[in-house]
């Protein structure tokens, strides 16, 4: 019983809501506008518009979905409006809600092939036939695909600065709550999109590729799909680096950790890497040196940030001296505090 109620909680905390963040910033402001699809298109082809498709990598539109809304646009269907971000200094936009629709605009206006399927209830020049047969054919088909270019949707457009912490936090709490309903999105896919750049890019690509961090996650209770691996990494650094600043507050925690690294430069990115790649490859020694299977998300937690809290210490040990350092902290009690999901955790100091 109790560790089922373990497991619920640790869930629970990939989808909490940043908890003390102002709504709205006095200097944050919101409008609405019309755009063609063909100006999203050009937005997006041309880097102006940020729209992350990798973040739902799980969660997409079927073929049948996507083929029922380019219907939609050809019949002049009333069309939710999609809600992006706009930096006022960069002149950047970014997609924070109709990435699906957004995707689905995108791959029919582009200049690859892209197949509508054959679906019963949708106009009969779409069924089975491509984008780009649309767009070179007959006079019909031609205009069927003009249609699609020229129908506007509407824009929610929240202007802001992607510098400021105070905005960057309003846009998560704005997305979390658009995307509340259906398969609601965990909050490190939610930061996959607002705080992208070289550092979310970093903990994705180590999560993807480290072998040794695979088996490491393979040993967490519950599932560590859909970017939980990535917050497990985002979790075990921030507390390394600033558990001082920790209030109980995660996700708004994180959220401050990960806007600080945004503009990470070559060389603490290439420190970052070098010291997760280590803290991964002792974890996954210490791991396998256990008895039993998985562990729960709090303690391998506990054990990265205290891996990564003595990097310095545990380089150049060997195997059998780090095991028996993880042994010796154990047996003696040898443990330090950090606040961690809302209540004190404990966590393990490997020192010889």
Known sequence: MQ???LRKEEDRTFFDEDRDQPIPPVDVVA?????????????????KLEIQPDFQREVVWKKDEQARFIDSLVKQLPIPSMCFSLDFKTQKWK????LQRMSTIT???????????DVE?????LRNTTNNELKNGNDEQRRVYASVEDISIPITVIRCSYDVPQHMRYLFTIFNRLNSGGVRL???EIRNCIYSGRFNNLLKAFDRHDKNWATVRRRIWGSMDRFRSVEVLLRALAFCAERNLYDGNLAGFLNNFMHGKMHIDDWELKALSEKMERMAANARVV????PGGKRSLTFVEGVLVGLLSNDSEIVGLDEVRR???YKSALQNSRLCQFICMGRVTRFLVLRQ
């Open 3 to 5: 560790e089922s109620v």
């Open 31 to 47: 409008y609405n506008e019309l755009r063609s699809c063909a100006d999203l298109y050009r937005m997006f082809a041309t880097g």
């Open 95 to 98: 997609v924070i809600d109709g």
């Open 107 to 117: 791959a029919f206006l582009g200049s690859e092939d892209w197949k509508i399927g």
């Open 121 to 125: 209830d949708i106009q009969q020049l």
């Open 186 to 188: 965990n909050n490190q």
């Open 287 to 290: 791991l396998d040196a256990l």
């Open 323 to 325: 095991v028996g350092g």
